[in-house]
């Protein structure tokens, strides 16, 4: 029960490594707020619902959806200690090379996510002040440290995450509020796993870099995102955890 009573939003949380997350805040003792431009409702049924639980349908790529969302969240639970900024377009891309991504993709990963941490971080972030801190938990992507090809919008906009992580840690750092990420291998998501230009794209070489041979499952990095949320982490801030099964040994 490391978060005991804390208020948690997760964005993205409506279903794959998002839904994993939120389903472990809920085991930890938080209440959660699933936000997610997909109907949350059958989450929330998962999740057990039982008033700790709420639902916000919320686009994190527009301002006043985010800022709509933190309200409902306040409204109901008084408070927010938790920010998880999960939302990110990647379980539907298709690897191809740069100059053949349609312009209409590109902006829509760079809107979720990079403008929708941002989004996210401005709207929680007067609420954790007048407490008098929070955490905020970024999720970046083992793949900026790698510079993995036919890929550039996600790894340009996870590349961004990692920057946005050490800029808005200095910034929040004086109000109480800390800021890290964890940047997560290849996580065999259902979301993820219901794409095979995905699960397969270069897996042999993904694979051949782990130090652990084995596949990767949301189980094996929604601890050290409960890790950054909870008090165990509350000396660190502007770090990334990479948590990849040792393919790449940095911290970025």
């Not at 059958?42 to 969302?69: C, F, I, K, N, P």
């Not at 590109?106 to 008098?132: H, S």
Request: net charge neutral.
């Amino acid at each position: 029960m490391r978060l005991a009573d804390k208020v948690a939003v997760i964005t993205g949380g409506a279903a794959g490594i998002g839904l994993a997350y939120a389903r472990r805040f809920v085991a930890e003792g938080a209440r959660v707020v699933v936000a997610d431009v997909v109907d949350p409702a059958a989450a929330v049924e998962t999740l057990g619902g039982g008033g700790r639980v709420l639902g916000v349908r919320t686009d994190v790529s527009h301002g006043v959806a985010v800022r709509a969302m933190v309200d409902a969240a306040v409204a109901r639970f008084g408070r927010i200690d938790v920010l998880v900024n999960n939302a990110a377009v990647f379980a539907t891309l298709r690897p191809r090379p740069f100059d053949e991504i349609p312009e209409a993709e590109w902006d829509r990963v760079m809107a979720v996510n990079v403008k929708g941490v941002w989004n996210c971080a401005r709207a929680v972030a007067p609420v954790m002040r007048t407490q008098g801190g929070g955490r905020i938990v970024n999720v970046a992507s083992a793949i900026v440290a790698k510079g993995t090809a036919l890929l550039l919008h996600y790894v340009a906009s996870k590349g961004a995450v990692v920057a946005m992580t050490r800029a808005l840690a200095r910034e929040l750092g004086p109000s109480g509020i800390t800021v890290n990420a964890v940047a997560p291998g290849l996580i065999l998501s259902d979301t993820v796993q219901a794409n095979p230009d995905i699960t397969g794209f270069q897996l042999s070489a993904i694979m051949q870099a782990r130090s652990l041979k084995r596949d990767a499952f949301p189980e094996d990095v929604e601890g050290t995102v409960v890790f950054l949320a909870s008090d165990d982490s509350a000396f660190m801030s502007g770090q990334t955890l990479v948590v990849d099964g040792g393919s790449v040994f940095s911290t970025l």
